[in-house]
């Protein structure tokens, strides 16, 4: 069974930049596409970017579009996602997932892996 670790979270100052890492315990290039989720205390878990299973089609949601990247290293099973001029209302545990569907998606109950999360933390 797919697994995916979380890493990469932490502290950081309002307008910092931070790469969380999702890898996973075997390849996962071309056979599932890979969301980065968010999820906030007392809230649903929310999309935040994704890539389909090629790599090729990366999608964001608008809170971070054009500050955050989402990127693939197929050598080394991982999927990147770079925060860039971060703010305080990034904070939440943030969680890899992997779904079968060839474009990825947005919905959370379409992902059949998870990663256990990491925590990032903006601070005002």
């Known amino acids: 069974q797919l697994q995916l670790t979380e890493s990469g979270g932490g502290l950081v100052q309002t307008g910092g930049s931070l790469r969380l890492a999702c890898t996973a315990s075997?390849?996962?290039?071309?056979?599932?596409?890979i969301g980065w989720f968010r999820q906030k205390p007392g809230y649903e878990r929310e999309f935040v970017a994704g890539?389909?299973?090629?790599?090729?089609?990366?999608m964001y949601s608008d809170s971070v579009k054009g500050r955050f990247t989402v990127s693939r290293d197929h050598a080394e099973n991982t999927v990147y996602l770079q925060m860039s001029r971060l703010r305080p209302e990034d904070t939440a545990n943030y969680y890899c997932?992997?779904?079968?569907?060839?474009?990825?998606?947005?919905?959370?109950?379409?992902?059949?892996?998870w990663g256990q999360g990491t925590p990032v933390t903006v601070l005002s």
């Open positions: 997932g992997a779904t079968r569907y060839y474009s990825g998606s947005r919905i959370v109950s379409q992902y059949s892996f």
């Open positions: 890539l389909n299973r090629s790599g090729g089609y990366s």
């Open positions: 075997e390849r996962t290039e071309t056979r599932y596409a």
